[in-house]
């Protein structure tokens, strides 16, 4: 399937008393998502850190209790997720879920669903200070492509879209569509993560897909604030936009953003576009640097 609509949410972090809460809410986004024919639907970064609220003050409002707690979560969280796949016969890069590994270790793990079952995941590669410094949240290791029935795809968590050879090797690899579930809780940093996603597809001649959370959660040490608009970038020639975005939201309030992807036309610009690129990107590497004195 080569074209096809996606929905990219702003995502608002809210509290819950119940898991029934958390479960109607997503049920809300998937289906309303789904009604308007969307095939593929990106979720942002840390959206899960919702699911702290359930557990109380003592272990909400402590970063490392709030790491631990949501572990007896995640079975249900992912069952969750692979029944309203199902159910709605669509694709679902779900918010990225701090996950434990064997060393006691937690990754920033985006899981992408299909119809069909658990696709695949991407862990964040590269961290922010506060990952590092206060949360410590370890890095990934590995840069994955997912193959899907919509074609293949790769992810990049927030920062990780700020470092340009990440995206280039997945584009090698033959993903023509990179998500980009974010998580910024300035406009500064809406921004590096916005120029980034522009960038990547400027650079590899595809489109990249912006989710953000939204809104405030004073209760949250983790999510307490969140800026962001959910966009999608295009290559930059004819039949795309002249600007690169394909959509964005309005404002940063909740809601779904909209746009049709057609991944046959990846494959035209890259052959019969104004310029090449991706075609070029192996000569940057030919050229002589300047020494160092």
């Not at 669509?90 to 879920?97: C, E, N």
Request: with cysteine; charged share 20%.
């Amino acid at each position: 399937m080569h074209t096809f609509k996606l929905a990219s949410a702003q995502y608002d972090s809210v509290f819950f008393e119940h898991w029934d809460e958390f479960a109607r809410k997503l049920d809300d986004w998937v289906s309303r998502a789904a009604r308007q024919g969307a095939r593929l639907l990106v979720f942002p970064e840390y959206g899960s850190m919702e699911l702290a609220s359930l557990f109380g003050e003592a272990v909400y409002s402590d970063l490392a209790k709030q790491l631990h707690a949501m572990q007896s979560l995640l079975p249900r969280w992912v069952a969750q997720h692979k029944s309203l796949a199902a159910e709605y016969d669509v694709h679902i890069l779900a918010s990225s879920f701090p996950t434990a590994q064997e060393d006691g270790s937690f990754v920033n793990r985006a899981n992408l669903f299909g119809p069909e079952d658990l696709l695949g995941y991407q862990d964040k590669l590269i961290m922010t200070r506060f990952e590092n410094e206060q949360w410590h949240i370890s890095p990934g290791t590995d840069i994955k492509v997912i193959d899907t029935t919509l074609g293949r795809i790769g992810i990049h968590i927030c920062y990780d879209s700020e470092f340009p050879m990440i995206a280039n090797h997945q584009v090698a690899a033959g993903a023509d569509l990179l998500l980009v579930p974010s998580c910024t809780d300035t406009q500064a940093g809406f921004h590096r993560v916005r120029i980034g996603c522009q960038a990547r597809a400027l650079e590899n001649q595809c489109y990249v897909v912006q989710s953000p959370t939204v809104g405030d959660a004073n209760w949250s040490p983790a999510v307490d604030a969140n800026t962001g608009r959910a966009s999608v970038y295009s290559p930059v020639d004819y039949g795309f936009p002249a600007n690169g975005i394909l959509a964005e939201g309005e404002n940063s309030d909740p809601a779904w953003v909209y746009a049709t992807v057609d991944l046959g036309e990846i494959a035209r610009i890259r052959n019969e576009g104004q310029v090449f690129n991706y075609r070029d990107w192996p000569k940057q590497f030919e050229k002589n640097a300047p020494g160092r004195d």
